[in-house]
């Protein structure tokens, strides 16, 4: 809604004037249901010397107002200048609805393509050259996402978009880097020194690290029992067994992400952060990952499922083709085919 009041004569001549650059604040006033000149100044220095000189005394705390103020800058129709509305907070409500209806009115009739920035303000503070400036720097940058388009953005973190093309190139995620703890890296470097078989490592959200859980003697039947079922975790786990006569001690890294029963962000971070850390264990702890696995469920850990996943069967030898079974039942009289020039004999 907005309210088309009347503009006096003194005011109109008067705006005509200032937009030549004339004066370097207008004070506009609603007074009798009519558009009134409150006040102006001339300018005397540069506009960010003038601003709170001329601006912050002019504010009534109980009444609102419209200020124009003329900026040194100049578009294709002149000076460029910032429409301030002014609307304390201890002012009438009725004043308060009056000049909100009214702004459109003031605008036009000074023309809005004379307008850089648009100001609104209930305290100095809000108004005065460092909230112009604040409200610059908030103007020049992107403009707010929506709850739709957060959550797309969210999702394009952990995304990569590939195109198969004679000249595509390999893209990899990047990820986040999380610091690890101190304690996180002793339990590191002393699994790479096999002296401890289980790191459990999480994610601290709020502080942006990736912390020790426990690095308790694990074995093989003991892994279901330390996944957890409501939250994710990274585990590295030095598997040692036996494969074809040989004794072996493999670091395997298991990802345990227990479905939705944890947020989106958690969910997220986890996964961006996975190739990181991977990356910094095998080059700055000397750790050879063998495995990777990606779990929902600790039950899955099994000793056969984690010998078959460190050691997946090889297929080397086809079957052999089975030639198929004649047809069933009487199959006819027999025939001797001899050599040539010698009779055929039926059986």
Known sequence: MFLALVVTPELRQFLAR???GAARLIKVCIKDEQL????????QQDWDQDYDHFLLPLLDAQEPCYILYRLDSQNALGYEWIFISWSPDQSPVKQKMLYAATRATVKKEFGGGHLKYEMFGTTEEDICLQGYQHHVLSCSGPAPL???????QRIKITEVKTEISV??????LQGLAFPLQESAKRSLHLLAQKRINYVQLRLDVEKETIELVHSNPTE?????????????????????HSHEGDYLELVVFIYSMPGYSCSIKERMLYSSCK??????????YHLEIAKKLEIDDGDELTEEFLY??????????????AKPRGPAGKRGHKRLIKGAGQAIQDS
Do not use: I, M, N
Not at 167 to 172: D, G
Not at 220 to 236: A, E, G, I, N, Q
Not at 308 to 321: G, I
């Open 36 to 43: 009134v000149l409150g006040a102006y100044r001339e300018p």
């Open 167 to 172: 000249e595509s190139k390999h893209q990899t």
């Open 146 to 152: 929506t709850l739709a388009e957060q959550e797309l």
């Open 18 to 20: 200032a937009r030549g």
């Open 308 to 321: 078959d996943e460190v050691h997946p069967k090889q297929y080397a030898h086809k079957q052999a083709f």
């Open 220 to 240: 093989t039947r003991d892994l279901p029992r330390r996944v957890p079922k409501d939250t994710p975790r990274y585990h590295f786990f030095l598997y040692k």
């Open 275 to 284: 190739s990181r850390l991977l990356e910094e264990v095998e080059r700055d």
